[in-house]
């Protein structure tokens, strides 16, 4: 791949957006390798996401303009289709998903860290949604994710005004769940993932299920959906280890996806 770059480390699985020449704009190529690295995750082996960009000045510093820029009425419907269903499929990806957002996560890119479940930045981060300025709506997820991340108040008066917000502001509002400095933020990332990593595989994989599906329904969907991932935790090898190990009051736990 061109544009995208993968490892595993350590149960954890790195994805980087690797154009840092372009800011790490996300054009259709980046998109569908994006897509490609997605199916090709081991989840056997994978308990946990990270989402980076390369370089020190851009997590992804938007969509690609020149590529946009001449778009007719259907391709720009298609474009935000493709980018749609590539951030579907992180947002509801089986394992938790980490964004490292090192530097601007602008337009597109404060789309992709918002269909992660979990957003940490470096203190030298910018987010916005600037399309307005642009002349065009948010295109990837936008109007919907940001709203319900941070309510419909905060998300209209940044979409309306195309207005940037620093790190701490994005911290105050609910944007990001933590700030630390550039040199600290894929040390950082890694000790959250390998927190997650720690716990039962399954149940990590169904409380994400959870809380996802259940908040786009009624409380009462949610409640049943919680019902049936709770009672798919029993009768599993992960159930039985780490009940054994509270009641034999035993630390080590050995959970292994079944």
Known sequence: MEFVIYEAREGTGIITINRPSALNALNSQVLRELSQVLDEVDLNQVRALIVTGAGE???VAGADIGEMSALTKEEGEAFGRRGNQVFRKLETFPVPVIAAVNGFALGGGCELALSCDIRICSDNAV?????????????????????????AGMAKQMIY????????????????NGICSQEE???????????????????????????SEGLQGTIEAGLALEEKLFGDCFETYDQREGMSAFLDKRKEKHFINQ
């Open 57 to 59: 000045k851009a997590f």
């Open 161 to 176: 005004t195309a207005r940037n917000i620093k790190a701490q502001e994005a911290l105050r509002i609910g944007l990001v």
């Open 127 to 151: 987010f916005g949604q600037p399309e307005a300025g642009l002349g065009i709506t948010p295109g990837f997820g936008g109007t919907q994710r940001l709203a319900r991340l941070v309510g």
């Open 185 to 211: 933020l894929m040390t950082e990332a890694m000790k959250l993932a390998a927190q997650i990593g720690a716990n039962a595989p399954i149940a990590v994989r169904n409380c994400k299920k959870a809380i």
